[in-house]
């Protein structure tokens, strides 16, 4: 195997971010803060053979909050370097938590103004922003002036994410902020309609609009991470997605300027139906591929054992991509840790069980009901992510869907 990563959260900042999204939960606070030291990271050498880390840097808190979690990192990267592990710097994407910034404008809205929630205590941003983008870009160079060898961004989201609504409709699709809506009238011309039509002019129009924007922030980072000659990926989430209607992004532009891609999907290889429908890309991408996959997601994953680092090494192994193994929040009895890794041994080469799964039709029902379910999308997410029994009761409704 030519790489191995594994993708870990660790640090203040990751015991500050887990407490924002899950109120209330247990954490073991010493598991997050020892992460990163020279005797765990041996340990993660000798037993996972990692040659990449992916580790936290800025989860979207405010430039005060986050003065210690750039330390702790920037006091703990000799710690990877002493074993020649590349680092990998994590930023965050379009969103940033609301309570840090409330008093700018730097948001994502939807067709009647509202802000789209990331999550709990989150809020989506957005590219056409220029004080966001002076924010996120100063992050970004920053980062990439430290010591570390690559900068990883994630959610690199363009809006909201489209959710169908019977066969050929989508509501919630991108953003409506003043500097969306003003930018796309004077390029393309016309006003973005509350919720589009599949085929219809205005529909393609503004899905090039918004792939068109996105790729040019792309490449703006591209440059600045480039110019301060550090490596660079984003997350590329999950490609059996048409990443241009769910994201916002071009996926062959992101293999082709990026020096790999970082899949993120609940593909976890022998409990699911595993990666091999990442075949092409892997091929595409000449095999600059790293995966993290899991099986249920954050908040809701178990402690991995060797029967998971066996089945992913084995995976990554026949399918040609660079494992990435989940190393923090884990779940087990409700208590929230880092990967044990005195529990493992090296990964041997095991037959992966390929599990057959019907996928629900990811789409509402009711095209009559569009309008409506414009209107219900935003309060809903709120709820869900707001509201801890809502989560639990849509979690249970969904589970499958979002796998
Ligand atoms: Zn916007």
């Known amino acids: 195997m030519k790489r191995v990563g594994v993708y870990y959260w660790a640090g203040p900042g990751t015991v500050r971010m887990i407490e924002l999204k899950y109120p209330g939960v247990r ?20 037993k996972l053979g990692i040659t990449d880390a992916f580790l936290s840097y800025s989860w ?22 002493r074993f020649k592990i590349r680092t990998h710097g994590y930023v965050q994407g379009t969103n940033l938590v609301y309570e840090e910034f409330f008093d700018q404008d730097l948001w994502c809205r939807d067709y009647r103004g509202r802000l789209i ?31 570390v060898d690559a900068v990883f961004v994630d959610n690199v989201l363009g809006g909201m994410v489209p959710v169908r609504v019977g066969r050929d409709r989508y509501v919630g699709l991108g953003c409506r902020c003043r500097y969306c809506k003003r930018e796309f009238k004077s390029e393309v011309g016309g006003e973005l309609p ?66 790999y891609l970082l899949v993120e999907n609940h593909c976890l290889p022998g409990r ?16 600059r591929v790293f995966v993290v996959s899991y099986d249920r997601g954050i908040g809701r994953e178990e402690m991995y054992g060797q029967e998971e680092v066996d089945a992913i090494w084995s995976e990554a192994g026949s399918l040609g991509y660079w494992p990435c193994y989940k190393a923090s929040e884990f779940t087990t009895n409700g208590l929230w840790e880092c990967l044990k890794v005195s529990n493992l041994k090296l990964p041997r080469k095991v037959k992966v069980r390929v599990m057959e799964r019907v996928r629900p039709r990811r789409s509402l029902p009711g095209e009559w009901g569009v309008g409506m379910y414009n209107w219900g999308l935003v309060p809903v997410m709120v709820g869900y992510f707001e509201n801890r029994w809502l989560r639990k009761l849509g979690n249970e409704v969904f589970y499958g869907m979002v796998r």
Not at 61 to 77: H, K, V
């Open 272 to 287: 699911t139906e595993g990666n091999s429908y990442l075949e092409g890309v892997i091929e595409k991408a000449k095999g």
């Open 60 to 81: 979207g808190f405010g430039e005060e909050t986050e003065r210690e979690d750039r330390e702790y990192l920037e006091e703990r990267l000799e710690n990877f370097g």
């Open 194 to 259: 509350d919720w589009f039509e599949e085929g219809t002019e205005v529909f393609e129009e503004y899905l090039d609009f918004r792939e068109r924007t996105m790729m040019a922030v792309v490449k703006k980072i591209v440059k600045l991470v480039k110019k301060e000659g550090k490596e660079f990926g984003t997350n590329g989430f999950d490609p059996k997605y048409d990443t241009r209607l769910m994201y916002g992004t071009d996926l062959e532009r992101l293999l082709e300027w990026q020096d």
């Open 117 to 147: 929630p990331y999550h709990r205590g989150r809020k989506m941003t957005c590219v056409n922003n220029p004080r966001f983008m002076e924010l996120w870009l100063e992050r970004v160079e920053r980062l990439a002036k430290t010591r």
């Open 27 to 46: 954490v073991d606070v010493e598991s997050y803060m020892r992460a990163y030291d020279e005797g765990v990271v041996e340990a993660m050498v000798d």
